[in-house]
């Protein structure tokens, strides 16, 4: 039981990260990944909107049929988007305004259906909520990285704009490399953000690549002491 | 028998999902629609001030208003509302709400504070569809480029340098984030005149709220 939550934690962060092993939600992940607080305000209500879709999902996945099982589903995941939509709209209408635009574009991440799909509607509701959680941390994950990697290059600061998100205390936070930065177009413009994800799969496929070849390594040489 | 059975039940199925989302989301916009509401009046009061101090007018500012018919210096073809702010009932200012129609993305709608005197009293941008990161800078919370409006008039600086600096004007540009820029100041220009062409009509065509003879406009929230 524990190796099974040990695995979704794994696979959720790293071995099947949406973002750069499944490349799933690429239309919100490169549309606002200029900055790191969009990027950080775009994963936090994926998050979210993770969890919760997964869970409603498992919940139901006995009365669904086969056939209708997908329309059931974009149902589901329509309305907690609209639900948590107005429901920051009132309540928290400060972040709304910042993430505002952020989070209709959450209906397009396919990664929502697919993890609905894939996981929620075959294991159990815990198993189904953590899934949406690690994979919703992995996305995220990417996406502040992607954020920060554009935001450095781009504009030459990082966490610029956070106050939008955490009040005027936050203003502080941002960091300001160099005081006459030219600025670097491409990295802002959506090109940048193509060559920074591929940037980031390689690193990713690389790191992998290495520490199989360890692990293989390991193997061999193992082998000629049991001979 | 039995396919036509399932079929059925199928359908009903999707149809109690469907009723119980439609059913959620009318919930819960029926649960935030006032306060959504209420939110949006306060931005809107809350802009409006941060472009008219409230210590320099005593009405009702979200309530005396007077509609306009759309204009091209406007940028509109559809009436828009003005606010009125007046201090003992002698006119302080008007906040104008102009659209900028040469964007990058659609039309940028634009708050334009103008003193009685035809000085601008400040600009902010209500909502516009510029690339995030490049031409939000127009944005007050994102750049201080907006505020640099403040204390213009028609007469500074003159006509012919109201325009960004890469076409000859007085006013910055940003790397990457020119066609916005311009089309704020084309847009802010063209309300200055607007407001010079109908000052009068502006401040005088209805009573304030204060008087005897409320008219319509000045009487919605008493």
Known sequence: ?227 | MNRHRRILTTAILLMLFAATGAGLVGLTYDNTADIIKHNHQLVLLRKLNTLVPPEKYDNDLLNDTIEVAGDDLLGKKNPSTVYRARKNNQPVAVVLAPTATGGYNGSIDLLVGIYADGTLAGVRVVEHHETPGLGDVVEAERSDWITKFTGKSLRDPADKRWKVKRDGGDFDQFTGATITPRAVVKAVHAALLYFAKHREALFASNKPAATKEPDKGANHGS
Not at chain 1, 53 to 67: A, G
Not at chain 1, 84 to 103: R, T
Not at chain 1, 149 to 171: D, K
């Open chain 1, 1 to 227: 039981m524990a190796a099974e939550q040990i695995k979704i934690v794994k696979d959720g962060l790293w071995n099947n990260n949406v973002a750069l092993v499944q490349v799933l939600g690429l239309c919100p992940l490169l549309a606002v990944t200029g900055s790191f607080v969009n990027g950080l305000g775009l994963g936090l209500a994926t998050m979210m909107t993770l969890i919760l879709s997964n869970t409603c999902v498992s919940v139901i996945r006995h009365w669904t049929r086969p056939e209708v099982r997908i329309p059931i589903f974009v149902l589901i995941i329509a309305s907690i988007v609209t639900t948590i939509e107005l429901a920051m709209n009132a309540w928290f209408h400060e972040l709304y305004m910042v993430l505002g635009i952020f989070i209709p574009l959450i209906v397009t991440n396919c990664s929502i259906i697919a993890r609905a799909e894939s996981f929620a509607s075959r294991n159990p509701v815990f198993d189904s909520a953590l899934d949406g959680f690690m994979m919703g941390l992995g996305f995220l994950l990417v996406l502040i990285t992607l954020g920060s990697l554009r935001e450095i290059i781009g504009q030459g600061t990082l966490f610029a704009n956070t106050h939008l998100m955490f009040g005027e205390s936050a203003r502080a936070l941002e960091l300001r490399f160099s005081t006459d930065y030219p600025g670097f177009l491409l990295a802002i413009l959506p090109p940048g953000a193509f060559i920074g994800l591929g940037l980031l799969i390689a690193v990713k496929n690389s790191l992998d690549r290495r520490s199989q070849q360890k692990q293989s390594a390991r193997i061999i040489s193992a082998q000629p002491a049991n001979a």
